[in-house]
């Protein structure tokens, strides 16, 4: 089974600045999709960004980006000129792309907080 | 933007009663799922739903829960008799007419079983 582990529960940032939250998987399939989604304190599950196992190149939306190492099995999402909206729990999920099975597997969420 | 809704945003029910979540998905979405959050939990699969039939549930999908998509635009998760363990934030998310494509969550409904 596919597991996916956020190492840092909780994360600060100082306005403006950048930070970086960590997120391993577990997987013994090579075609797969990877997501981080945010969760601020509305609860609404919102996409902030995604990356296809066969791509090499890292995604980025905007301040958004990651590092997507996928020998070490590793998806880190970088957040630049972080600003106070960013505050909220980020979720790292992952979906094997095998017929049949598209359901997200989740972390267990970081929480980021945004210092003034 | 096209969304993904959900009513209510807060149930309150008795245990033992029977609840009704309804999403409504994006329109030309064609795989549905719920997803739920126990309070300061990870998020956990329950069910997809493919062209009129679950395509897949978890163990946590036992007889107490099923799912419907009574017409062309609602997809509904009913628990039949609810138990305290089920007070969660239910998320519906619906995805393209891809599997893979991405899951756009609605903002999920609380429900608190007393």
């Known amino acids: 089974a596919q597991t996916v582990t956020q190492s840092q529960p909780e994360m600060s940032v100082q306005e403006a600045e950048t930070v970086t939250l960590s997120c391993t998987y577990d997987?013994?399939?090579?075609?797969?999709?990877l997501f981080w989604y945010k969760q601020p304190p509305s609860r609404q599950m919102i996409l902030v960004i995604r990356q296809e196992a066969y791509k090499q190149q890292n995604a980025t939306e905007n301040r958004f980006s990651v590092n997507f190492q996928k020998a070490a099995k590793s998806f880190s999402l970088k957040i630049s000129d972080s600003q106070l909206g960013d505050a909220a729990m980020y979720f790292c999920?992952?979906?094997?792309?095998?017929?049949?099975?598209?359901?997200?597997?989740f972390g267990k969420g970081t929480k980021l907080s945004v210092i003034p | 933007e096209p969304e993904v809704t959900q009513t209510p945003s807060h149930q309150v029910t008795q245990m033992g009663q029977e609840v009704i979540l309804r999403c409504v998905p994006i329109?030309?979405?064609?795989?549905f799922y719920w997803y739920r959050q126990i309070l300061g939990q990870k998020v956990e699969f329950l069910v997809s739903f493919y062209n009129n039939e679950i395509s897949e549930k978890s163990e946590i999908f036992d007889d107490q829960f099923s799912v419907e998509r009574p017409d062309g635009s609602n997809f509904t998760l009913k628990i039949r008799s609810t138990k305290l363990e089920d007070s969660a934030m239910y998320f519906c998310?619906?995805?393209?007419?891809?599997?893979?494509?991405?899951?756009?969550f609605g903002p999920g409904t609380r429900l608190t079983v007393l």
């Open positions: 329109s030309n979405h064609l795989y």
């Open positions: 998310a619906s995805s393209g007419d891809r599997g893979t494509d991405t899951q756009y």
């Open positions: 999920a992952y979906v094997h792309s095998g017929a049949g099975s598209y359901q997200l597997t």
């Open positions: 997987t013994s399939e090579s075609d797969y999709y």
